[in-house]
């Protein structure tokens, strides 16, 4: 089984930046798409970013386009989500997910089967 660990995260002022890291227990051919969700306190967890392995292929919820960028290793296992220009609505915590959806089908929609634990990004104003 996969399994996902998140790091990175803290507590930063908004118009900062922090870059978020998930490491995969090993490279999973079966699960080359790859998001970062979030969820704050009272509100439903959201898609953040979404990629799929070895392509250019990369979605980005509009709350965040021009500000995060997603992006992997070279050997795959990791996951990052560099966070530019925070602001306090980006508190919340946030998990990376595999999923095996294909290339056409690896979106913000697809069906995440493994999750991390999550790293807490907390921005004050």
């Known amino acids: 089984q996969v399994q996902l660990v998140e790091s990175g995260g803290g507590s930063v002022q908004a118009g900062g930046s922090l870059t978020l890291s998930c490491a995969a227990s090993e490279y999973i051919v079966s699960t080359p798409c790859m998001g970062w969700f979030r969820q704050a306190p009272g509100k439903e967890r959201e898609g953040v970013a979404a990629i799929y392995a070895g392509t250019i292929s990369r979605y980005y919820a509009d709350s965040v386009k021009g500000r995060f960028t997603i992006s992997q290793d070279s050997t795959k296992t990791t996951l990052y989500l560099q966070m530019n220009s925070l602001k306090p609505d980006d508190t919340a915590m946030y998990y990376c997910?595999?999923?095996?959806?294909?290339?056409?089908?690896?979106?913000?929609?697809?069906?995440?089967?493994?999750w991390g634990q999550g790293t807490q990004v907390t921005v004050s104003s």
């Open positions: 997910a595999a999923s095996d959806a294909g290339w056409l089908a690896c979106d913000l929609k697809a069906d995440f089967t493994y």
